[in-house]
């Protein structure tokens, strides 16, 4: 080995020399060389998007959609059991433009005069209870009894966080899969009104379609289940094992809309627990008052994830629609009277509120309100004067 002793100068400039070449590697100083970019999101540039649609497909998907279809063509479609037909109609129903309104109307009022016997079943359970995987294993079930299985949701949630849509695709991978199975998620729409409204006219559509079995899921939450209950005829809550009543938030009044309620995830170390809440339920199921149609709610057992105890909760099904008779057909008179006072009721409320004359002396009349200046009711009949006086 040779051995140099390097000048003073020779030394710094070996030095600057390293240092050159260092930092021309280094990809933190290549960072902080870069201007300071304001947004935290950046794309390396010279990497183009990859085109995934070419404007010609794109045009064609357009023109399909603006093409106005007739309201005797989709009910043909319909009841012919085409599903791209019944998607269309009931994207035609979800719609709010006034335009779409008088079409999808022809639509309900020609698919309601069709006589089925369909089963409307709401399903209802604190978020994570296990409606959506309950969904798939009892729909896998009915298909393979021959039953056409449409499956909807009310989800006043869903249109601000979209994930239960997200969740159920992947909960219900095998019923997106069936042919004798219809996926719709939850419209979405600024209240729960409007939403279940929808809801209940895509029941319709679905029944002309030929779909045999309705199922509803809505998330135990505000007041989605006593809308879903006044949709449907049979009342399922499913509940879990292990936790007390004040922490799943169960009230008085969801038990009493329930026709059955069904422990689910009764499987592994659970299945114990599952065994005593399935007595604890029916013991406290005793406290309430029997229902007028004679029915008992029944307490059972499931496992949505290993396809458990799901027969015995569609026998319950079929001998609560045996056992209660002609109350079923009364039961759906009932809701159809209740849906006809709700639409009265929403539409007079929108209409108020959308008058212009009204909506300016609203906000000053308001000002009042708060101030004492005039009382409530006074200012409420004004407001009123106003938009009737509008209507004549
Ligand atoms: N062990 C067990 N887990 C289950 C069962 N059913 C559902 N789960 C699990 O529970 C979680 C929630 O299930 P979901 O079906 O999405 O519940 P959900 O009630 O539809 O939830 P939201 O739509 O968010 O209200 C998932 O991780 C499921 O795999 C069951 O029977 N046993
Ligand atoms: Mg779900």
């Known amino acids: 080995m040779i051995e140099k002793h390097l000048t003073k100068n020779e030394l710094l400039n070996l030095c600057e020399c390293l240092k050159k070449a260092l930092f021309s590697i280094n990809p933190i100083s290549e960072f902080l060389k870069k201007p300071k970019s304001k947004s935290a999101l950046e794309e390396k540039k010279g990497i183009k998007a990859p085109e995934v649609f070419n404007d010609k497909s794109i045009a064609q998907i357009k023109s399909f959609r603006k093409e106005k279809i007739s309201t005797d063509t989709l009910i043909s479609g319909i009841l012919k059991g085409d599903t791209a037909t019944l998607s269309r109609a009931i994207t035609l129903i979800e719609s709010n433009k006034t335009l779409h309104a008088k079409q999808a109307n022809e639509l309900i009022d020609a698919c309601i005069k069709i006589k089925t016997d369909s089963i409307r079943i709401g399903i209802t359970g604190v978020p994570g209870v296990g409606k959506s995987t309950f969904i798939e294993s009892f729909g896998k079930l009915l298909t393979t009894k021959g039953k056409k299985v449409a499956v909807l949701a009310v989800d006043p949630t869903s249109s601000v966080s979209k994930g239960s849509i997200l969740g159920d695709k992947t909960r219900m991978e095998a019923l997106v899969k069936n042919a004798n199975a219809f996926i719709r998620p939850s419209p979405s729409g600024s209240s729960l009104g409007g939403v279940a409204r929808k809801t209940r006219e895509t029941i319709i559509l679905c029944e002309a379609a030929g779909y045999d079995i309705i199922l509803i899921e809505t998330v135990g939450v505000g007041q989605s289940e006593t809308a879903v209950h006044g949709m449907v005829d049979f009342f399922l809550l499913l509940k879990l094992a292990g936790a007390g009543d004040e922490l799943q938030g169960i009230k008085r009044g969801i038990i009493e809309l329930a026709d059955s309620i069904v422990i689910n995830k009764a499987d592994g170390a659970n299945k114990q627990a599952a065994k005593i809440a399935k007595i604890e339920f029916t013991r406290a199921l005793h406290l309430y008052p029997p229902k007028h149609n004679g029915w008992t ?22 001998e609560y629609i045996e056992t209660t008779g002609d109350f079923f057909l009364e039961k759906r008179k009932q809701q159809n009277k209740y849906w006809l006072i709700q639409t009265i009721e929403d539409r007079l409320k929108a209409d108020f509120y959308q008058n212009k004359e009204v909506q300016q002396e609203f906000e000053l009349l308001l000002e009042k309100v708060i101030n004492v200046k005039i009382s409530p009711f006074v200012a409420a009949e004004q407001l009123l004067l106003i938009h009737r006086k509008e209507l004549k």
């Open 297 to 318: 709610p029944k307490v059972l057992q499931c496992s949505a994830i290993e396809n458990q105890g799901i027969d015995e909760i569609w026998e319950s099904i079929k």
